[in-house]
């Protein structure tokens, strides 16, 4: 164990390097260093000691029940808003980078600098858009500055196909529902998670959020995983609680940093 004065100063010392204020009154309060562990991964900051990867390994393990606690608090509140929120503090936990200030890319283990000032000199920002190209317009986008690795890195990430259908209400008594068909294009990929970053073995995993993004209303929640496609449905809200043309389905990782699609229900009428 560590003393409290020698604690004190290594947390003192972390304080000054995290984006977020903490209590400085406080350097002894295990909350105000669970922050710091917090903001220190996220960061990708150096720990002073083994004893503080050993608590980050314990602060990032227990966090997850408690984010997915606070999602299911939001979803059945209906917050749209606060939920997805939520969604991205659990992909920062599980990839180790700030939601809205870093760039997905980072997520790659080869991403330095340079490659990074390479890629988004060419008018890509996100890992999703590089897993949209062909290899062969990858090479051609990327030219010179194509690592050797990064191909094979893309690998470790998922590019899901989403179809949907719009059913509507059935003479059996079945409500309108949206018929999901989720399909992953690269067949190579295991639907173990790439989280070098997270200190336990993690399967991939979505949530599909339905809700009203104008007035942030969440109707439905669904979390699944699947290894290489995935047919589910949802049941539709009544109209008497939203307008269909407002209506959006949200897909969202539960692993991966700005892994998030959105499809207009409207478009489907």
């Not at 590019?159 to 509507?168: A, D, M, S």
């Amino acid at each position: 164990a560590i003393g409290g004065s020698l604690m004190e100063n290594y947390n003192a010392a972390l304080s000054e390097k995290v984006p977020y204020i903490v209590d400085t009154n406080h350097l002894d309060d295990p909350h105000v260093k669970a922050n710091l562990l917090f903001q220190a991964h996220f960061s990708r900051l150096e720990l002073p000691i083994t004893d503080y990867v050993t608590d980050l390994k314990s602060v990032l393990d227990q966090s997850i029940r408690i984010i997915q606690a606070m999602i299911d608090i939001c979803a059945n509140s209906g917050w749209l808003s606060s939920a997805l929120t939520c969604m991205h503090l659990l992909q920062m936990v599980m990839q180790g980078l700030w939601f809205e200030k870093d760039s997905s890319l980072w997520m790659l283990p080869c991403m330095n600098e340079s490659l990074f000032n390479d890629i988004s000199g060419k008018g890509i920002s996100s890992l999703q858009e590089l897993l949209n190209l062909s290899k062969m317009n990858l090479q051609l986008a990327l030219q010179q500055s194509l690592h050797p690795d990064l191909y094979q890195e893309l690998q470790h990430f998922p590019h899901v196909q989403v179809k949907l259908k719009l059913h509507e209400k059935h003479a059996k008594g079945l409500k309108q529902h949206l018929s999901i068909n989720l399909e992953k294009k690269n067949l190579k990929h295991t639907s173990r998670a790439f989280t070098p970053r997270f200190p336990k073995v993690k399967e991939e995993a979505w949530w599909l959020v339905l809700g009203n993004v104008s007035s942030s209303e969440l109707f439905a929640l669904k979390r699944v995983s699947f290894s290489n496609r995935l047919l589910t449905r949802m049941e539709l809200p009544s109209l008497a609680l939203t307008n269909l043309q407002e209506l959006k389905l949200i897909l969202v990782s539960d692993c991966y940093v700005g892994f998030e699609h959105e499809y207009c229900i409207g478009d489907l009428i």
